[in-house]
């Protein structure tokens, strides 16, 4: 099957839904049909977390309630994460919309970053989510999961197909992103999809990059630093392929690890 994605690879105004809706608008009004949108982390609000309380939402407000609208207007699952107001606090959290409109699966992120004082402001989320849609099955991740492979591991357990991670991944460390979505990739067999924020905020600057990587390891996008919107179109036959050429996955020998 094939299948259309974009990524959209935006700058954040900090603390602004509104401005930032109005980015995603813009950079989505000519998308040519397709089936996955991906925003980034925190995406309309960005690391405003001395505000997180005050910004949080339920699953009712308006941020969710455009990304409902985006999604039915292109037909597509829209994902990114947003300040959420959860039962045990203020999360960073993934939503998924269906392209009815219908919250899919929601992510609560897992692993809090120090660096950027999460954990002094947020709470962690307290289980992984995957998701069955018609493309295949899907896991959620949130930028610094991606340094936890035992995350990617048990999706693969599942197994899922694609792994959708959204991220504020700031400079340095580009060749750390590259080097682990390509890993996570390969040793699970899996699509990697990681959308990526550019521009700055008070303490960093982000490098964009968002890349789709297939379960070969090989990338079929690698976007630049520039505030703009990327797509590619993906065959999901080659998950498959990949898993009947190398059984990773059945050759572990689970009773060692």
């Given at each position: 099957m094939k299948v259309r994605v974009a990524l959209v690879q935006m700058d954040v105004a900090l603390g602004l839904p509104k401005q930032n809706y109005q980015t995603v608008t813009r950079l989505t009004k000519d998308l040519k049909p397709i089936d996955i949108i991906l925003l980034p982390e925190l995406w309309s609000t960005g690391y405003d977390l001395t505000n997180a309380a005050k910004l949080a939402e339920s699953d009712n407000g308006p941020t969710v309630h455009f990304m409902q609208e985006l999604a039915q207007q292109h037909s597509a699952y829209v994902g990114g994460s947003i300040?959420?107001?959860?039962h045990h606090g203020v999360c960073n959290t993934f939503v998924l919309v269906s392209p009815q409109g219908i919250i899919t699966a929601t992510y609560d992120k897992t692993h809090l970053f120090g660096l950027m004082q999460e954990d002094?402001?947020?709470?962690?989320g307290r289980q992984l989510v995957s998701i069955q849609t018609e493309f295949g099955s899907a896991g959620l991740a949130i930028c610094y999961d991606l340094r936890f492979p035992e995350i990617f591991r048990r999706y693969a357990d599942v197994p899922v197909d694609f792994t959708f991670l959204v991220a504020e991944w700031p400079l340095p460390r580009i060749e750390h992103w590259r080097t682990l979505i390509r890993a996570r990739a390969?040793?699970?067999q899996c699509y990697m999809l990681a959308c990526n924020r550019v521009?700055?905020?008070?303490?960093?600057?982000?490098?964009?990059?968002?890349?789709v990587v297939d379960p070969?390891?090989?990338?079929?996008?690698?976007?630049?630093?520039?505030?703009?919107?990327?797509?590619?179109?993906?065959?999901?036959?080659?998950?498959?392929?990949a898993r009947a050429k190398i059984p990773v996955l059945t050759d572990r020998r689970r009773e060692l690890y």
């Open positions: 300040l959420m107001q959860r002094v402001y947020l709470s962690s390969i040793e699970n521009g700055t905020d008070t303490n960093n600057t982000f490098f964009g990059h968002s890349m070969w390891g090989e990338i079929l996008l690698e976007a630049n630093d520039s505030e703009v919107i990327f797509t590619v179109e993906i065959d999901t036959a080659s998950i498959g392929a």
